[in-house]
């Protein structure tokens, strides 16, 4: 079964610091990966979205890293401020059916004063 | 522009009942979403369209039925409400099929009692 998985579930840090953010897939083939940020009561906002074919892509302070062939991505969240607060969840598509995502649970990332 | 719209925000109901939730988009998009979103798991497609008057089952299709009469707006109906529909519920619009970006409306949180 096509599955995302995610860790850590949830994450604490200060604010100013970096902290980086795992996803793994079991997805095969598939299309793109994407990372969304859900804020508390909102709907998901897209941060990234990667091809099978590219390694890295950065939204400001947020850099996503894509290994294809250990089917692994992280995304990685520089000097970080209270309003990174939120959930952050992967979202992979599959190759011959790109209608259907395939979302992970989330990491659950809390920026502390 | 508004976006990706959704009504009502919040709505509790009692087993039995029917509703119906709107899910409105201002981007002239061509594909419309529906996904429900519970804790511990990722989002999941409950119905979709990919164009006035078309609509498609999901992964999670069984209790809810769908209409796309205009090209703006895609409907969830739900005809007898029970508790396991209990849910957060987004919509979601791209501009083109599968690799596009979603965008998300803000949620409807629904109740069912």
């Known amino acids: 079964k096509n599955q995302v998985e995610q860790s850590p579930q949830s994450l604490i840090i200060l604010e100013g610091k970096n902290c980086t953010l795992q996803c793994n897939y079991t997805v095969s083939p598939f299309s793109n990966l994407r990372w969304y940020k859900q804020d508390t009561g909102r709907g998901p906002v897209s941060l990234t979205i990667?091809?099978?074919?590219?390694n890295t892509k950065s939204n400001g302070r947020y850099t996503a890293t894509l290994d294809a062939d250990t089917k692994q991505s992280s995304l990685h969240i520089t000097a970080s401020q209270l309003s990174d607060s939120a959930s952050y969840i992967c979202v992979v598509s599959e190759l011959h059916n790109t209608d259907k995502l395939i979302f992970g649970t989330g990491t659950r990332l809390q920026v502390f004063p | 522009n508004a976006g990706v719209t959704q009504t009502p925000k919040f709505r509790v109901l009692k087993t039995g009942q029917s509703m119906t939730l709107l899910c409105a988009q201002d981007?002239?998009?061509?594909?419309m979403y529906w996904y429900r979103q519970d804790p511990g798991m990722g989002l999941r497609l409950i119905h979709y369209s990919v164009g006035e008057g078309t609509t498609a089952k999901g992964e999670v299709p069984d209790g809810y039925n769908v209409s796309r009469l205009k090209k703006q707006n895609f409907l969830l109906g739900l005809e007898s409400a029970a508790p396991s529909q209990t849910s957060v519920y987004f919509c979601?619009?791209?501009?083109?099929?599968?690799?596009?970006?979603?965008?998300f409306g803000p949620g409807t949180r629904l109740t069912v009692t």
């Open positions: 990667m091809t099978f074919s590219e």
């Open positions: 981007m002239n998009h061509e594909y």
């Open positions: 979601a619009s791209s501009p083109r099929r599968g690799a596009g970006e979603q965008y």
